[in-house]
């Protein structure tokens, strides 16, 4: 079974900027999260979705939004971009339900802001 | 609210040394504990989980104990190999889901390298 794809796998941008990064859960899989990777913030939760309603989100502007399509698979966009949104993007997937909250992780998209 | 308490890294072995990654925790209830562990350039991948107090998760000679007494998780591996140097993150999920939030905490990771 193929696992998480994420698309593309290297950004980069210019402050002002907005970008649109994807991704694509395990075949099955109806839930898809979002993290976000820094240096010096760690893994923080962005969001996620569930049957194309956002369930869950995390504490981060508005600027940052997602949504997620009737075959699961799921975008993320972040609109005008500042420097401190250079980071890793990473997403995951899982069943959702009792006994199957286990995450799975795509390899990230990599997004540089200049 | 939640969190996820790890030793600060860098950790740096000999090959064959015993690992031990100090995690714990705060959650109310009955959080599910994850390990995983994220090489250079790649993306997290599931090294182990517990669902429930005094669960031992395994994997890859990697083992660690649901510890509700202590609020621990600690990372253990009896001998590492060249090949284990990755960086570690422990994370919890809260247990009150169903409807509610599948949302990962995770500790701010430990870096291992190991040396041959």
């Known amino acids: 079974k193929a696992g998480v794809t994420q698309t593309p796998r290297y950004l980069i941008k210019t402050r002002g900027q907005q970008v649109t990064l994807s991704c694509s859960p395990i075949s099955g899989h109806r839930s898809v999260s979002w993290y976000q990777q820094t240096p010096g913030q760690g893994l923080q939760f962005l969001f996620e979705?569930?049957?194309?309603?956002?369930?869950n989100k995390g504490n981060f502007p508005g600027r940052f939004s997602g949504r997620q399509f009737s075959n699961s698979r799921s975008e993320m966009n972040v609109s005008t971009l500042e420097l401190g949104d250079s980071a890793l993007y990473l997403c995951?997937?899982?069943?959702?339900?009792?006994?199957?909250?286990?995450?799975?992780f795509g390899p990230g998209t990599r997004l540089l802001v200049l | 609210g939640n969190s996820v308490t790890q030793m600060e890294g860098p950790v740096t072995l000999s090959e064959e040394a015993f690992l031990t990654i100090n995690c714990t925790y705060t959650?109310?209830?009955?959080?599910?504990l994850f390990w995983y562990v994220q090489y250079p350039g790649e993306g997290l991948q599931l090294l182990l989980k517990a669902t429930k107090a005094d669960d031992k998760g395994s994997n890859k000679g990697f083992e660690a104990t649901y510890r509700k007494e202590t609020t621990s998780f600690h990372l253990e591996k009896g001998s590492v190999q060249v090949s284990d140097s990755a960086v570690y993150f422990c994370?919890?999920?809260?247990?009150?889901?169903?409807?509610?939030?599948?949302?990962?905490?995770f500790g701010k990771g430990t870096k291992l390298s190991v040396i041959p």
């Open positions: 979705y569930f049957s194309e309603t956002q369930r």
């Open positions: 995951a997937s899982s069943l959702r339900g009792q006994g199957a909250e286990t995450q799975y």
């Open positions: 959650a109310t209830g009955y959080p599910s």
């Open positions: 994370a919890l999920r809260q247990s009150d889901s169903g409807a509610g939030s599948y949302q990962l905490t």
